[in-house]
């Protein structure tokens, strides 16, 4: 991963709260657009997002479900917390213990006679992987009751797992919310097709984002399943085929889309699991513009957005998205990176 970008985060920029609990809609939060060629920024609502984009253009989307990922258990007396990142198979996930303290061959029990058991190491440390012994629908059930939200240290307030996803999330299996599909109201979802503007969708499983105590995943090792519909792969094809531009949705559907591309620049039909790591000098293939959140100085997401934009524009658009208020994070503000050229 790249070196930590030189920019610090204030505390008061951490949103903490989505926007239907600071008196706005979803799609009320504000939006810096961003010329992924000139380096030119605007600033406007999310609400505006039709004012950037044209007929022809194509938005896709991630519509993975989040899922309550944290699970509360006990190994002996003392309480040990578990933080879903992956699943494996029907009865198997990579998992974080928050309290880092388990074994190979440990046991932790959880609600309904639900137990875990550590199976081994996951694709890096601190993770590993465990074996429940309930698989499918049953271990969801027990997810879904007992299980919480994930949520890190500025959010203080235990919002209730709807306030964790899009509207159009349909998929379950994400353990932080595709953040990038927040704002989108069907309101402004419906604006969007009266102008022309297409919209597919595809899955992409989010895994853990961060690991606790300054500990960030190794990008090249950060494996996560997707899947891309035959429909979404041939709408990808016709828009680029047409001239309009293939605008993702969140870092997630470029990592996805990017997967996909064959040999000859195309994307296909397909799922598996992808552990690609896009960073400068990149060739994007598949999308032409990208929606997304801010980012903190320390995560691979930032690597990505240098395929978009030169990094010296991106900084500079950061930092003034510092000075000018923006909020971070999940239920933070919007910005998104397009070759504008003429304001449709």
């Given amino acids: 991963m790249l ?11 951490n949103a903490n709260a989505p926007a239907e609990f600071r008196g706005i809609q979803r799609d009320g939060v504000r939006l810096m657009t961003l010329d992924s060629i000139t380096g030119e920024s605007h600033h406007q609502f ?54 880092g303290l388990c074994k190979v061959g440990e046991k932790i029990t959880l609600p309904e006679g639900l137990t875990a058991t550590i199976t081994g190491l996951g694709a890096e440390a601190p993770l590993v992987n465990l074996a429940f012994s309930k698989s499918g629908i049953e271990l969801y059930e027990v997810f879904y009751q007992y299980g919480e939200p994930l949520h890190y240290e500025y959010i203080v307030t235990p919002w209730p797992i709807e306030m ?10 994400s353990v932080e919310m595709p953040s990038a599909g927040r704002a989108f109201t069907w309101k402004l979802l419906n604006k969007l097709k009266e102008k022309g503007v297409n919209i597919a969708f595809l899955q ?9 105590n300054d500990r960030w995943p190794n990008p090249s090792n950060h494996i996560e399943e997707y899947c891309i519909p035959k429909e979404t792969a041939e709408a990808v094809i016709r828009t680029r085929t047409n001239g309009g531009r293939v605008i993702a949705v969140g870092t997630t559907v470029v990592r996805a889309l990017e997967t996909a591309v064959n040999e000859e620049g195309i994307v296909e039909a397909k799922a598996g699991f992808t552990n690609l790591y ?13 929606i997304t959140g801010f980012h903190e100085p320390e995560a691979s997401h930032l690597d990505m957005l240098t395929a978009f934009i030169e990094e010296p524009l991106l900084m500079k658009a950061y930092n003034e998205a510092l000075a000018s208020g923006y909020l971070w994070h999940e239920f933070g503000d919007m910005n998104i990176i397009l070759p504008m050229g003429k304001k449709q």
């Fill in 204 to 212: 992409l499983h989010t895994g853990l984002s961060y690991y606790g």
């Fill in 278 to 290: 896009i960073r400068k000098g990149y060739k994007l293939k598949s999308v032409d513009g990208l």
């Fill in 164 to 173: 964790y996803q899009t509207v159009y999330a349909s998929a379950p299996g």
């Fill in 3 to 13: 070196a930590a970008r030189p920019f610090k985060v204030h505390d008061d920029l």
């Fill in 46 to 99: 999310f609400y505006d997002l039709d004012s950037f984009l044209r007929a022809g253009d194509l938005l896709v989307l991630n519509n993975s479900r989040t899922i309550p990922a944290v699970l509360k258990g006990k190994r002996g007396k003392q309480t040990i917390e578990i933080r879903l990142s992956r699943k494996i198979s029907d009865h198997e996930w990579e998992a974080l213990i928050a309290e």
